[in-house]
């Protein structure tokens, strides 16, 4: 059971960053800042949330 605690936590504290993210993302580029440093820092690690996520939508272990 503890590795079932240990997934379903990964899980969710992935899906709480990446949509801290994308909120941090859209008010950037609300303010036009679409090019600067800490969009693309966002953006890249978003990318990577989003490759985990699908993985694991792959497994049917997301809807």
């Known amino acids: 059971?503890?590795?079932?605690e240990a997934f379903e936590k990964m899980l969710a504290d992935i899906q709480k960053q990446a949509d801290y993210e994308k909120q941090q993302m859209d008010a950037l580029?609300?303010?036009g800042k679409e090019k600067?440093?800490?969009y693309k820092q966002y953006f890249g690690k978003r990318l990577f949330y989003k490759m985990?996520?699908?993985?694991y939508r792959e497994y049917g272990l997301l809807p």
């Open 1 to 4: 059971m503890e590795r079932l």
């Open 29 to 31: 580029k609300a303010m």
């Open 36 to 38: 600067n440093a800490t």
């Open 52 to 55: 985990i996520l699908d993985k």
